[in-house]
Structures are given as C-alpha cells and as structure tokens.
C-alpha cells in the first residue's frame, strides 16, 4: 500500500501495519497482516471498504477472529476489524440493538444485569455479534437466529435492514456465509423479561460447565468441526483414535475432542494438517464427511 492510500485511510479510521494473527486470532496462530484498519464509523466503514476496491487491495472484515484460521503466509491486504469503535448497544424494553463489534459475551452479561432472558447460551461464546450472525452460533440448543429480529447489512455503498427469514439462517449457516461480500453491521434482539435470579444462576451453571468440559486454558477457535446431522463430531474423532493427537504445536483436546487447541507453539500448518487427517480418516472409516466450523482465510489451497 502506497502513502497516498495510507493516508486516505487514515482520514477515516486508525491505520496499524504488520501486525500478527496471532494477536487478531483465538487460535493464536498465523503470519502478518500487512495492514489492520479500524474505521471509526460507518462512513469510515463504507470509504474503507471502497478504497479497497477501487484500488485492487485485498480485504478482509474481521471481528473476534474466534473462528479463523489463517494460514502462517502474510496477508498482503487490509484487515478491516470492528472491535474498537463498532461496540455501541442500547436496551429499548425487551429489544436490545446493537453494533457488530460488540462482545458477545458482554451483551450477555448486561442483558442478565437486565433481567433480560434469551443471550444466556451465548455467554461462553468469545466472539463479536458480527461474528455470531455470520454464523448463527449457538450452544445448548439455542443459536442466534431464535432472537435475532433484523440485521443491519452493508451491501456496496447501501446500508439495508433484513428479517430473520431474509437471514436464511440454519445450523451454523447464515445467507451472510454465502455473500461474504456483505458487511454485517448492526442488529436488533428480541429478549423476554425474566426473573434476575433464575438467569444468573442459568448463566453461571453454563460457564462452570464449560469450564468442567472444554479445554478454555489453551487457545482454540471452539468447536472445530460441525455435527453431523444426527451425532456427533467429537464421537468420530474419538473412534478413530484421535483424542490426544498431537501434530507439532496442535493437538485434539484430551478434554474435549472436537476442539483442535495450540498448545503453546502451533503453527496454523499443524492445525490444518491434524484437521485434514480428521476429515479424511472419519471418511474411509465411516464414510462421513466432517465440516470445519472454522473458517480458513489466506490459504493458497
């Protein structure tokens, strides 16, 4: 990126170069990104985005990162990331609205401060709302799309708002996933009062359970694989051997094998070889296709 566009940039947002995924990621992996860019606005946002494309330089709107893998290359582009200034929310009755850099398990803390019932599945989830939309997350048989009434959505230079059925949102799956061109920037949820007491103590024992059954102590991107209609992914990496493998840095949790952890010095090679080796052994041996849940980004293949 020449001067004149850094400095076209900079009029919109803050501009930072060379900076690692392994501070933009969960999984703490990864090469440089040539340049993170955090717009101030939404006009800062939609100017951004145009720069880009005007002038052929690759881009990328992140949230969390808490469920990408990038490969250990250099992304020679933008990083377009909304955490710092996209994070505002207010509480109307029992709707809250809220921007797409928000915390998802922040939201969740405020609407239990609320006595506000609906976002508990989602307080051990580390991701943005933007994030969470792209890929209606979920846990404890609740996912976004069971609150979600409209999405605010940055199409080219338009700002629109889509209804839940616009969504098309299904298990891990959003219309989002498949217009990746698409910046997903606000929304609107519906909650249900409640009692305060009743919430905090649902909340709480989600967290402990999670604490009990998943590797949290290591950095990971959460479950790494989808279910298979009808089971279970963790229940195939299991019967073919692989808790505890351990490929370099990457290991399948011990605790929980549908999470692929770094155990400290991972490279994102290690994680996608140990994945791949998964995906093709559930399929010779029980003929089952295992989807990543984790998104890969800046891989030549």
């Not at 990864?30 to 101030?40: D, I």
């Not at 061109?181 to 989600?206: F, M, N, P, Y």
């Not at 991972?266 to 295992?290: P, Q, S």
Request: glycine letters at 8%; proline letters at 3%; hydrophobic letters at 35%.
């Amino acid at each position: 990126m020449n001067k004149e566009t850094e400095n076209k940039l900079k009029q919109f947002g803050d501009l930072e170069s060379n900076v690692s995924f392994r501070n933009l990621t969960t999984f703490r992996v990864g090469g440089n990104a040539q340049n993170v860019f955090y717009p101030r606005n939404i006009f800062g946002l939609t100017n951004a985005i145009s720069i880009c494309r005007q002038e052929g330089i690759p881009f990328k709107v992140l949230g969390n990162g808490s469920n990408i893998l990038p490969s250990d290359d250099d992304f020679e582009g933008v990083i377009i990331k909304l955490t710092r200034y996209f994070i505002d929310y207010y509480f109307d009755d029992e709707t809250l609205y809220a921007q797409c850099g928000c915390s998802l398990i922040a939201l969740s803390y405020k609407a239990m401060e609320m006595s506000l019932s609906g976002l508990e599945f989602a307080n051990g989830i580390p991701a943005t709302l933007g994030g969470a939309l792209f890929m209606n997350a979920g846990a404890y048989k609740c996912e976004m799309s069971d609150i979600v009434e409209e999405v605010q959505v940055l199409v080219d230079d338009d700002v629109m708002w889509l209804g839940r059925d616009q969504c098309q949102f299904s298990y891990r799956s959003s219309i989002f996933q498949r217009h990746p061109e698409w910046t997903i920037v606000s929304c609107k949820l519906k909650l249900k009062r409640g009692d305060h007491e009743a919430i905090q103590q649902l909340v709480e024992s989600r967290r402990e359970k999670r604490r009990s059954t998943q590797p949290l102590n290591f950095p990971s991107a959460g479950s790494t694989f989808r279910n298979p209609e009808g089971s279970f992914a963790w229940k195939y990496i299991d019967e073919i051997g692989y808790r505890g493998k351990r490929i370099g840095g990457a290991q399948v949790s011990e605790k929980h094998s549908n999470f692929i952890i770094n155990t400290g010095d991972a490279t994102a090679t290690d994680i996608r070889t140990l994945a791949d080796e998964i995906i093709e052994k559930v399929r010779k041996e029980h003929n089952v296709d295992l989807k990543m849940e984790v998104e890969k980004f800046n891989w030549k293949e």
